[in-house]
């Protein structure tokens, strides 16, 4: 599993106009990428890493604050274009992406595996034509693989 993650003030997701999503920061923005290895264990490790990763603001001891230090939002987007592949020619090639049925239960499993540690978490809608809006604070953003 691949997920970008952004530290945001705001984000929101929506699908026809309709907002489905939206978190109030500091948190995180996240979105993730599945391929055909990835297993439930994955899931929840993707999950308790996004949860316990020091990108929040430090503390008044400057140390960086995590989402479960804080209690801070997550909102967790479905995105198989992070396993594109653009290196030859102009046309990226989506065969390392998970299909559908694969991609949508892990991607389901990490926002599960992310409640059940404590976190608020709102989502963008699997396979939609979603528009992420979001406050990138920094910018910071981060890749992370599991």
Request: glycine residues 10%.
């Amino acid at each position: 599993m691949r997920a970008v993650v952004q530290r945001v003030t705001e984000a929101r997701v929506t699908v026809a106009g309709e907002t489905v999503g939206a978190i109030e920061g500091p948190g995180l923005c996240v979105l993730v990428g599945v391929t055909h290895d990835d297993t439930p264990a994955k899931a929840a490790r993707l999950a308790r890493k996004l949860w316990t990763l020091r990108l929040l603001p430090a503390n008044d001891e400057g140390v960086e604050q995590s989402c479960s230090d804080l209690g801070a939002p997550l909102l967790v987007i479905s995105q198989f274009t992070l396993y594109g592949d653009a290196r030859k020619g102009r046309r990226p090639t989506w065969n390392a992406a998970a299909p559908g049925p694969v991609a949508e239960p892990l991607v389901d499993e990490v926002v599960a595996q992310l409640r059940a540690l404590g976190a608020k978490v709102e989502t963008g809608r699997f396979g939609a034509d979603m528009q992420v809006a979001l406050v990138n604070d920094g910018p910071f953003t981060v890749l992370v693989e599991v």
